[in-house]
């Protein structure tokens, strides 16, 4: 993955390496060479040109909208067509001049006009506002031209659209989970494990995790039940494992798109949790339902097959081992000893270990998200603990007091501890 | 695995055949929409169904006006009709009352067995223990609380920006719809009438 800030970072380093004489100059030529070709030539048109597409989408939108009777319905729809058709044309006019981007900034202008359409049929028709069924058709229409036409913004739409139709499906029929979501996802997904497309990947990701969301049934959601906390925070544990076992293994680039929201939701599962134990109404034994054990069931071997296959031992180990610690957070509510003060010392307890093992993590394996994740969990934790102290305030001051020699006893043995862990190749010269 | 990718597979057929089939089928999922409603407005058997009051608040959402009918609320049967849930497809029994308007006379799962002057027209309950609805279009929740709120595709309006108000304020029932039913239950709105007369009429194109 080539993105603008890696090859900034390249830019700052080459002259680096060529000056310590590592590199000579001519490598580096050729190594700005072959970014330059991976980034695709120039951006720029493609970026306007697919602006330029959204905002006649647009226009088409708002004219369908207006309902305008001047124009017979069948000339607007018609015009619709035509619109479709310049749109395709043009990106076929686009590939073929060897600008793929344009291309695809025209197949996505055109998959937005057929949602329009979509719309203009509707409203010729009286069609109720059956919006899920409007967003069904616009997955089917932005699928067909993503396979197509290889387009990376119709896939983007797609998948948009895939979420919408199922949630309003899900939402009409007040019950489980939604199957039918997977009939327009597996082919999106299986689209999006060629692609590179950075939007797409995020995307995909999102899609599985708003489905995975709704898969408890509605009305888990209608009343609210903390065994949602626990389920989350399983699916945010398998996220963060996947995604950081593609990163280091290699495996499809889109799994590494798990990483980021895998740890959004482990960073916000974490420290409600933390303000939940604190708080005296709410600090009340859990328990677990299906869901809640299905997720674990899945979360527990993928943090496992980290722990046990990841290529770099020091990164994978410290993190399988941070993710342990979030897992048992709600195990401990199942247990009821939540009420106790024990019970609020080990859970507060273990939102620190896992935000540390987060930052080491991070700082071993040189991916500044986990970093940034710990630090956040960390430092939120330690302001909720202020807040809503752990007995009284001198408890707490205790509490920080053992903590915090805790950490730098780990900090003074993590060397050898690191050193022995995994210990760095020798060079052969 | 990179043989197996999407991508790869499609590149094989040429670029223009692939644009060609995008652009026709894109269009032909737009014609078959415009297609299935036309067939039910050329073919379709006529119903006349009154209008009731919906909540005044919700009857005029950006262009279109939200209609309501006295089938709306239908009564499920308690013999032999296990709950019905929501979402799902159920088939209603329209007879005609006195002035010729439709009304349901039942409601099931599976396509019933029409009778003379029996129409069927296919909905999907949206509430399953909604209250009544009297002759009056007025809001009844007294009584058993086991009917059914079933939507039939005929519940929008839409009308030219800024000619909705007219309807809205126009006094429910006034207003009277003719819809068109398809042999397969399908549904489409045909003309609107006010006080008999036709305001509004819709060709199949």
């Not at chain 1, 609210?224 to 996947?242: Q, T």
């Not at chain 2, 979402?87 to 439709?102: H, I, K, T």
Request: with cysteine; hydrophobic share 55%.
């Amino acid at each position: 993955m080539l993105t603008g800030s890696y090859r900034k970072r390249l830019e700052a380093d080459l002259p680096r390496w060529v000056t310590e004489g590592w590199l000579t100059a001519e490598n580096a030529g050729a190594i700005r060479r072959s970014v330059a070709r991976e980034q695709g030539g120039i951006r720029l048109p493609a970026v306007l040109g697919l602006l330029g597409g959204l905002l006649i989408a647009a226009s088409v939108a708002a004219f369908v909208a207006a309902g305008w009777e001047d124009i017979p319905r069948l000339v607007k729809l018609a015009m619709i067509l035509a619109a479709i058709v310049a749109s395709i044309a043009y990106a076929f006019r686009l590939e073929r001049q060897g600008s793929p981007r344009g291309a695809d900034a025209a197949v996505t202008c055109g998959v937005l006009i057929f949602g329009a359409g979509l719309a203009l049929v509707g409203q010729m028709y009286h069609l109720p506002a059956d919006w899920p069924g409007g967003a069904l058709l616009v997955a089917l229409g932005g699928l067909i031209a993503a396979v197509l036409m290889r387009s990376n913004g119709a896939l983007a739409i797609a998948l948009i659209a895939i979420c919408a139709w199922s949630g309003g499906r899900w939402e009409e029929a007040r019950s489980g989970a939604h199957l039918g979501f997977f009939i327009l996802y597996l082919p999106a997904l299986w689209l999006s494990l060629s692609r590179d497309n950075r939007l797409v990947h995020h995307l995909v990701v999102l899609a599985a995790a708003s489905w995975l969301a709704m898969a408890p049934g509605y009305g888990l959601f209608d009343r609210f039940d903390y065994g949602l906390l626990a389920y989350g925070l399983a699916l945010a544990v398998f996220y963060v494992a996947l995604g950081a076992l593609a990163l280091d293994r290699g495996l499809p680039s889109v799994l590494t798109a798990c990483l980021p929201w895998g740890l959004l939701g482990l960073v916000l599962v974490l420290n409600t949790e933390l303000i939940r134990i604190l708080d005296r109404d709410e600090a009340r034994a859990g328990h677990a339902f299906r869901f809640v054990f299905l997720a674990y069931a899945v979360a527990i071997p993928v943090v496992a097959v980290l722990a046990g296959f990841a290529r770099e031992r020091r990164f994978a180990w410290p993190l399988a081992a941070g993710l342990a610690f979030a897992l048992l957070v709600p195990a401990l509510f199942w247990t009821g000893i939540v009420t106790a003060m024990a019970g609020k010392i080990i859970v507060a307890s273990l939102v620190l270990l896992a935000a540390t093992a987060l930052v080491v993590a991070g700082s071993v394996g040189g991916i500044r998200r986990l970093v940034l994740a710990g630090s956040v969990l960390f430092g939120v934790a330690i302001l909720i603990l202020l807040w809503q102290t752990i007995g009284t305030l001198l408890d707490q001051s205790l509490f920080f007091l053992v903590a915090g020699a805790a950490l730098l006893a780990i900090a003074s043995g993590a060397r050898r501890l690191f050193a022995r862990l995994n210990p760095p190749e020798k060079e052969a010269a | 695995m990179r043989a197996l990718s999407a991508d790869n597979l499609v590149a094989k057929v040429p670029l223009v055949w692939r644009a060609l089939a995008t652009a026709l089928l894109l269009g032909l999922v737009l014609l078959a929409l415009v297609e299935q409603r036309a067939r039910i407005l050329r073919g379709g058997t006529e119903i006349r169904l009154r209008s009731v009051p919906v909540d005044p608040r919700d009857l005029f959402r950006g262009g279109y006006v939200i209609l309501a009918y006295p089938i709306s609320t239908v009564e499920a049967e308690a013999a032999g009709q296990p709950g019905f849930q929501r979402g799902e497809r159920v088939y209603v029994s329209l007879g005609r009352d006195e002035q010729g308007f439709a009304k349901a006379t039942g409601v099931t799962r599976d396509w019933p067995k029409a009778g003379e002057d029996i129409v069927v027209i296919a909905g999907r309950v949206t509430a399953n223990s909604a209250c009544a609805t009297n002759a009056n279009g007025d809001v009844d929740c007294s009584g058993r609380r086991n009917r059914l709120r079933i939507t039939y595709g005929l519940e929008s309006y839409f009308v030219p920006q800024g000619e909705g108000k007219a309807i809205e304020t126009t006094d429910k029932a006034r207003i009277e719809v003719v819809a068109a039913v398809s042999s397969s239950g399908e549904a489409a709105i045909k003309r609107l009438l006010i006080d008999g007369k036709p305001v509004y009429a819709e060709p199949p194109y």
